[in-house]
């Protein structure tokens, strides 16, 4: 019964994301670059590939994450808004379910435009090398970090929309978003301090999210693999990291009066 | 079993961000509604009515008191299954259809996935939205939305229904609509608990209704019973001779030829002798309806709604 | 509420603080597990334009400007790589090149690649070869600058080992006229004294004088310190061996040595620390990471500085 629930409000916020219409104007400009990405291309002779791969793939990043904050902050506080969350709650659903069943939607959303745009993407990619060649698999791994990337940004999104309005929860989460890649610079920095706010700086680099790690794009532009060991260990800090935002998400809104 | 038994509940907020002051919006409240009945909750705009609701759907937690429905404590998950509840002035999720939303909110509730359809379809004909299930609800007129939130509340088929202002911002036939919706509930056998500030309402339903001011209770009771205590007062209109009634010492209303005032019942037979001698006509002697109002002015008078901010 | 209801609510809360303590804890250790395993990642090492022909046009035919910003990005580039311990210096030369394609008659250019191509990271490219074409390149854009050639057979001499190579790069720079007096002993130092600290020391010398970008003196100070060190080391422990070779055992402390007649007192290293003696005469250096490049007195288990440290910038300001 509790997946089941989990389930239904999953898809119902699927369906609201895709019955939106600021997602269809974020599709349609990420598809427009990637569209224009071959003229990018030109510029740079002998490098089409190169420039195609990373600034396809970086749009690809910018305006999932966009996609992200946008439809995630609204999540929770527009059903307390609208009071949809009462009669939600007011049924046998609990309220961690309701919160799984928001990530999981989300997800989705994303998994079905990140699909889209990196099919048009790879048309790009295929208008200007006229076929793929084997390395370009590694395209694929690339693609998959960055919708790990996706599942962490949403359980950051939905931990602060969990208890702070939309505007704020948009602040935060890109805030979050830009440190997350920097997250190694931060450590760099760490190393230059001692004492206390060595410690401090050091504590933070390693919460906030890492997506350094998951972003192999400059490495997939030149081909280079990206090894099982990669592969697991993203794919596993994706998954706590995403289970730890969402335990501490819950565990706010547990206690939360609605007012 | 009672079908909700309130012991001592309480809530109190923290209001303001740097300077926290503390505000009781409810205050030791002990209730009692019966299986099969329909209890009115009624007090003015701020009076705590919402604050109730809220705690007894889990969605706020009380500060201090206890709470069940049906013999279970309200944090019971299986309370949820037989309840349903309309918040006030809900908007619901307008990219959705009636139907939509309907099969959503019984999958929530754990009706079986084969009947979903079939029940969706007969609520919305019961609350007159058949016509409109598959527009989508960003269309929908409020007294439309409210129908479906209507429908929403009883999808499931709970035994009690609990409504936050079901009334409210309906035109006269809409509230007519809803009024009759309940009194159905009612005759099928469920609780209904519904909160209001229009008194019409409640007295013409409720078999019971419950007082309320600034958080505290004033009274419970059947209808009839609260107003024991205001009955024995008549309004009496007459055209011309406006002063003839001066003598009784009460306040004396004059719109053009027509003169009204309430009087005791005793002073009736004095009063209309008094309108005869001076000339005029008497056109009406009724026994003062809206006495519930009365009960209601006298509970909650002190400054009520003048400086109650809105919950 | 309800004890019950307490009791509801909290183990959905209390799961959920268990599971945020773990995942929280097993995130920062990935996250450090990565930071560990990962291979060093190329991040945004791309040269968008990389011709020459492509900057031109770009440019608007300001190739000197152009010139200006491919030179900053490459001493840029070069700082932060270093500051990382970077092992791969991938853009440094496509930087270089796209510089010199742009302005030919940059010579500081030429002269921080001749150093920091060749040099082995985390110092430099580690890419001998590539440095020698580099210079060979500058020289034939500008063969009237005597400072080429030299770098050209400090290059020769100090990452290729190649002393004749060095020798015959540093008589072409006596040739050109403008050079200073001192390039004249040159080649006669490597034929004759090839392979000796002492002529190593000339050079880093003479570079650290004739410098004028400050990545190429600082580097060059370090040099000079670290020789020094070495040459200490070497001092030392021979002392240390003449003193087994008397008494039969390896010194304890200094104060045995100077008891000796050894030494006339605690000798320090270029940071004012003594030197320590470890075992079976052995000497070594307090804090190897004051010093990177250096070869000896490395305390066993540890590591000359991979990269110009806080403790060795110390020694920079004070010299």
């Not at chain 1, 260990?233 to 009066?257: G, M, T």
């Amino acid at each position: 019964m509790t997946t089941s629930r989990i389930g239904h409000i999953a898809y119902n916020t699927f369906r609201e994301a895709v019955r939106d219409r600021v997602l269809y104007n974020l599709i349609f400009f990420a598809l427009l670059l990637l569209a224009s990405t071959p003229l990018f291309g030109k510029i740079s002779i002998g490098l089409e590939r190169i420039v195609l791969v990373n600034l396809g793939l970086t749009a690809v990043t910018i305006f999932g994450m966009l996609i992200s904050i946008f439809i995630g902050i609204g999540l929770v506080s527009k059903e307390i808004d609208k009071k949809t969350l009462y009669t939600v709650l007011s049924r046998p659903v609990r309220r961690w379910e309701f919160i799984l069943g928001k990530y999981f939607g989300l997800g989705l959303t994303l998994l079905v435009n990140t699909f889209f745009m990196a099919v048009g993407f790879l048309a790009a990619l295929l208008y200007i090398a006229h076929g793929f060649q084997r390395s370009d698999v590694q395209l694929l791994g690339a693609l998959y970090f960055i919708m790990l990337q996706f599942m962490v940004i949403i359980a950051i999104t939905l931990l602060f929309s969990s208890f702070s309005s939309p505007m704020l929860s948009a602040l935060f989460a890109f805030g979050y978003f830009v440190i997350g890649n920097f997250a190694e610079e931060l450590r760099g920095a760490a190393n230059l301090l001692d004492g206390v706010s060595r410690a401090i700086v050091l504590g933070i680099s390693y919460l906030v999210p890492n997506f350094t790690a998951m972003n192999v794009i400059s490495q997939v532009a030149h081909s280079e693999g990206i090894t099982g060991a990669l592969l697991l260990q993203n794919s596993l800090y994706a998954i706590f990291y995403s289970a730890a935002a969402l335990s501490a998400a819950i565990l706010i809104f547990e206690n939360r009066d609605l007012k | 079993m009672s079908a909700i038994e309130i012991s001592n509940l309480a809530k109190t907020y923290q209001v303001g961000f740097f300077r926290k002051t503390e505000k009781a919006a409810l205050k030791n409240l002990t209730l009692e509604v019966h299986e099969g009945e329909i209890f009115g909750y009624l007090g003015p705009n701020g009076a705590g009515k919402t604050t109730t609701l809220k705690l007894l759907m889990g969605l706020m937690f009380p500060t201090a008191g206890t709470a069940s429905i049906l013999g279970r404590p309200i944090s019971d998950p299986q309370v949820k299954r037989s309840i349903g509840f309309l918040p006030e002035q809900p908007y619901f999720y307008d990219y959705l259809t009636a139907r939509e939303l309907l099969e959503y909110y019984a999958s929530l509730s754990d009706v079986p996935a084969k009947e979903r359809s079939s029940r969706a379809q007969r609520m919305l004909d019961r609350v007159g939205l058949g016509g409109a299930a598959n527009t989508q609800l960003r269309k929908f007129s409020k007294g439309m939305l409210q129908r479906a939130g209507i429908a929403q509340a009883i999808i499931h088929d709970p035994k009690i229904v609990f409504l936050d202002e079901p009334m409210s911002g309906l035109d006269p036939i809409g509230r007519r609509e809803v009024r009759d919706l309940i009194q159905e509930l009612n005759d099928e056998g469920k609780t209904v608990f519904f909160s209001t500030h229009i008194l019409s309402d409640a007295e013409t339903l409720c078999d019971r209704v419950a007082v309320l001011n600034r958080g505290e209770l004033q009274g419970v009771g059947v209808v009839a019973d609260l107003l024991a205590e205001t009955v024995g007062k008549r309004e009496v209109i007459w055209e011309g001779a406006s002063t003839a009634l001066d003598a009784l010492g009460t306040k004396v209303k004059i719109v053009g030829d027509i003169a009204r005032t309430v009087i005791d019942d005793r002073q009736a037979d004095a009063a209309i002798d008094a309108i005869r001698h001076a000339g005029g006509r008497l056109k009406s002697l009724m026994p003062v309806q809206g006495a519930l109002e009365d009960y209601f002015l006298k509970h909650t008078e002190p400054g009520a709604g003048a400086e109650v901010k809105s919950e | 509420m309800s004890a019950t209801a307490a009791i509801l609510r909290n183990s959905v809360t209390r799961i959920s603080a268990v599971i945020l303590v773990f995942t929280l804890g097993a995130s920062a250790w990935l996250a450090y597990r990565l930071d560990v395993s990962r291979p060093e990642v190329p991040s945004q090492e791309v040269l968008y334009l990389q011709t020459p022909r492509a900057v031109k046009i770009i440019s608007l035919g300001y190739t000197g400007l152009a010139a200006c910003i491919y030179w900053t990005r490459a001493v840029q580039y070069f700082g932060e790589k270093n500051v990382a311990k970077s092992k791969r210096f991938d853009l440094l030369q496509p930087l270089l090149d796209l510089t010199v394609s742009l302005d030919p008659h940059m010579v500081p250019a030429y002269e921080f690649g001749a150093i920091f191509l060749a040099q082995a990271p985390p110092y430099g490219a580690g890419m001998p070869d590539a440095a020698v074409k580099f210079v060979e390149r500058g020289i034939h854009d500008n063969p009237t600058d005597w400072r080429l050639y030299y770098h050209l057979g400090f290059i020769q001499y100090i990452e290729r080992h190649d002393y004749k190579a060095a020798a015959d790069a540093f008589t072409r720079a006596s040739d050109v006229a403008g050079h200073p007096a001192w390039m004249n002993a040159m080649p006669a130092l490597m034929s004759q004294r090839a392979g000796d600290i002492e002529t190593a020391r000339v050079l880093w010398t003479r570079m650290y004088e004739n410098a004028e970008n400050e990545a190429m003196r600082k580097n060059a100070y370090l040099r000079l310190v670290a020789l020094h060190v070495d040459d200490d080391v070497i001092h030392l422990e021979a002392l240390t061996a003449t003193y087994q070779q008397r008494t039969g055992n390896y010194p304890v402390g200094w104060r045995e040595m100077i008891a000796a007649g050894l030494l006339k007192g605690v000798p320090v290293d270029p940071s004012g620390e003594p030197y320590r003696l470890a075992a079976n005469g052995k000497v070594v250096v307090e804090d190897p990471a004051r010093f990177p490049f250096i070869t000896k007195g490395i305390p066993s288990g540890q590591k000359a500085a991979q990269t110009v440290t806080d403790e060795s910038e110390k020694l920079l300001k004070n010299h």
